[in-house]
């Protein structure tokens, strides 16, 4: 038995994926508990050990295509844990290789249609309506799987047919993919201060309804240092990267360092991706993907948004900053929070 929050929560055995993980579902009262903290779960989680990943029931069904996705090695994978500065990232580095003189028309289109979210099929209801914002949203998918049925998940599907070379967004952790994935593919890895994570995804799970949480953010640090959010637990996620760090085709890169020294960033990730850009393309590629300019173009990701979090504490491009957090923290909840960090945060790595 595990305490989610105040809720005890028992789990039913049902499989053994590829990747060696058990699935276990939560159901029953146990997921009726967790709903009445999380309106927009509609159906059940599944947790896969080890690690204890927390997803979505319909992860199950993906698990074994993603975990045996056919990378080709002109791939990057820009892996994070939620809220870490995915977005961002990912189109840096989509800009970096594709458009870094700013005249590609394809930099005009929707971020997710570039730079696909692998994963991001199983944050889809079953019970979506089919003329919801959401799956209208990716024309890229509809121009290269003309065929197929948005419902059965759009993000995989259009992965698979993306023209070279492919950027791809995972918020996976490592041991759920391909042990093969480092040896085939670069990843850029980011990693961000679990203060501001947890501000970050307390604002993302109440701002859009598929999650709808409903309560402050002392409750939500609580599932957030207890490892039962959806994507599991921050430091195993983080861990598993950190330990990988070494290898030449992992970059890792802090998010706080992203905001205090863009250009040095750029010229290291340059080095990584082999871009060979100059000086003033990499000046572009900075400008092109501050948080002012992105929010100023990507109006979709605010499309399927609850207007009244909008209007109360932004959109998806909340803040962007690396010292937000201190303004939601009480002296109390930083305190427990630090103590956390200190004790599953110890093989090594220093938060910025
Ligand atoms: S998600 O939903 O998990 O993919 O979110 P993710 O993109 O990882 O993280 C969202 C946070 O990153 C901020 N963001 C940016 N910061 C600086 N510059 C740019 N260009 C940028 N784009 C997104 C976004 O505002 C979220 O952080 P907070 O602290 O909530 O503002």
């Known amino acids: ?73 002109s791939d990057v994978v820009v892996m994070t ?16 290789r594709n458009n870094p003189d700013l005249d590609n028309p394809e930099g005009a289109t929707t971020l997710l249609d570039r730079v696909p979210f692998i994963d991001g ?22 121009k290269l799987c003309p065929d197929a049925d948005p419902k059965d998940g759009f993000s995989l599907q259009l992965s698979k047919v993306l023209p070279d070379p492919r950027t791809i967004k995972t918020h996976l952790p490592f041991s759920l993919l391909h042990p093969s994935l480092l040896d085939t593919v670069k990843v850029v890895y980011v990693v961000r201060k679990p203060k501001a994570v947890a501000v970050s995804y307390h604002h993302h799970s109440r701002l859009f309804s598929v999650v709808g949480f409903q309560g402050p953010l002392e409750k939500f640090v609580k599932y957030f240092t207890e ?11 983080v861990k598993e990267a950190w330990e990988q760090r070494e290898h030449p085709n992992l970059h890792l890169v802090f998010y706080e360092d992203l905001k205090a020294d863009i250009m040095g960033e750029l010229r290291r990730l340059d080095t990584f991706l082999g871009t060979h850009l100059t000086d003033t393309q990499l000046a572009k590629v900075a400008e092109h993907t ?24 932004g959109g998806f491009f909340r803040r962007g900053q690396s010292s937000d957090w201190q303004n939601k923290f009480t002296p109390e909840l930083e305190a427990y929070m630090d103590a956390w960090v200190n004790e599953k945060f110890d093989f090594g790595i220093q938060f910025k």
């Open 290 to 313: 501050s948080f002012n300019q992105m929010k100023a173009r990507s109006k979709e990701y605010d499309s399927f948004a609850i207007p009244e979090v909008i209007q109360s504490e």
């Open 1 to 73: 038995m595990v305490l989610i929050g105040q809720v005890n929560v028992r789990f039913r055995f049902i499989k053994v994926l590829k990747s060696g993980h058990k699935v276990e579902v939560v159901d029953g009262e146990e997921m009726e508990a967790i709903r009445k903290d999380f309106h927009g779960y509609t159906t059940n989680l599944i947790r896969l050990t080890p690690g204890r990943w927390l997803v979505h029931d319909r992860y199950k069904n993906l698990a074994n295509e993603l975990y045996d996705f056919k990378w080709r090695s």
């Open 227 to 237: 490892g039962n959010l959806v994507y599991g637990p921050y430091w195993v996620h």
């Open 81 to 96: 844990y939620p809220k870490c500065g995915t977005t961002w990232t990912q189109e840096i580095v989509w800009t970096m």
């Open 121 to 142: 099929d199983m944050n889809i209801p079953d019970d979506i309506p089919a003329d919801s914002p959401f799956l209208a949203m990716s024309q890229g998918f509809r």
